[in-house]
């Protein structure tokens, strides 16, 4: 069978790889020039590619594999529906050859976190798990081998060409706007999460916060819909069970009991969000038929993923952390709220089209001055000026931006790099832009000199 395999970014080239070892005809169409190890990679695995655009070439196989990013809009996507050729996404083309129980983490924040730790939890416990999506390993890898579980973070993107998957465990972080470039609308974009639930197996399991159940129409699938709550836990009777957060433990309430999972303060990751995040993975745990009891303590060994709420540094009192990976409003606006203690954020970076209003009126109550820097800067000076916050400055660099937060922080203060944007305008990629924060922090440390002396 003959395939075309487009893109061939991390995930496309995992895909082309792996369908040529699994028996398949396979050629590679990328808009972008290759690299040379990349077209080396090609040629001594017998793959034919095209490089710097799209030809009609591209046309001459039997179905179109379509790899994650992906959109509706791109041109071989439009030449495939216009010769009428069958196109499958990356998720339902790799289904086939997977084994294991599938456990799929999607959400607009949170979800790689909550994917490692569900992979770690799941590997101290003693199972043979894999763990795939943005952490540079792609669910291709996976294919052909046996596993016990295979914990995969899962993209809106991937979701949207997904009708076949299936999925044991369905966890659903939480859902904002995001990618509205990509999708069209904030609808689309939700319709694309939802499809984890429509994907889940009849005897699978949702987890899920209670304000997304209307917007994931949950209906009577079984699972745990996730709320805080200050009062004590009592069991309630609907199709799914509670998982209810306080400050002092979080309980699943399931079966007419309620089992106590863990105690926030014992957790070592920061912010509200993370409690979130680690309460879902032990429900997973728990639907997984698995021993909460040891799982939770394998919660104190973990470590967080880097650039996310990532303890950086201090310096005289100030306190510096990296959340680079917030690259939505929404990331941001949940990094500002669930740390404690006075803050000085840094924003901007290239947007996704989202408005700042709602940053804005959060800026404005919980964040003492603000430093704005990259394409977006001016865009969220006028959002923070409508809501009568004027202690913002604007810096055209990292070092600028930095420099002047930590000038403005007092002691006992935060620096938060939570920029609400992408990197692309100063930086490959959020990560690279949260080495650069973390290098010029970690001079700053070092630093002989005294903090305003």
Known sequence: MKITVVGSGVSGKALALFAKNAGFDVFVTEQNKLDDDTKELYDENGIKWEEGGHTRGLLDCDLLV???????????????????????????FIYPYLSGKIIGVTGTNGKSTTAALVHHLLTKLGYNAALAGNFGIPLANFAMKKFDYIVIEVSSFQLHWATHFSFDIAIVTNICPDHIDWHGSFEAYVKAKRRIIDLLAPDGYCIYRTKEEDLLQIGNRKGARLYWSSNTPVYGNAVQDDLVLSNSEVVLMANDHNLKLFSPTTLPLFGRHNVENAAMA???VYYLGRDVNKASKSLLDFKN??????????KDGVLFIDDSKGTNVASTITAI??????????????????????????????????????????????????????????????????????KIADQGEIVLLSPACTSWDMYKNYHERGMHFQKIVKEIVKADTVKNG
């Open 305 to 314: 993923l880097p650039h996310r709420c990532e303890r950086v540094g201090e």
């Open 66 to 92: 379509l790899s994650s990013g992906v959109s509706e809009k791109s041109i071989p996507v439009k030449m495939a529906r216009q010769e009428g050729l069958p196109l499958k996404g990356e998720l339902d």
């Open 282 to 284: 032990m429900a997973a």
């Open 337 to 406: 709220t669930s740390i404690p203690g006075r803050k000085v954020v840094i924003l901007g970076g290239r947007g996704k089209g989202e408005q700042y209003d709602e940053l804005a009126k959060v800026v404005k109550e919980h964040v003492k001055a603000a430093v704005l820097l990259g394409e977006e800067k001016e865009a969220i000076s006028k959002a923070l000026e409508e809501t009568g916050f004027y202690n913002f400055y604007f810096v055209s660099s990292m070092e600028e931006a930095v420099s002047m937060a930590f």
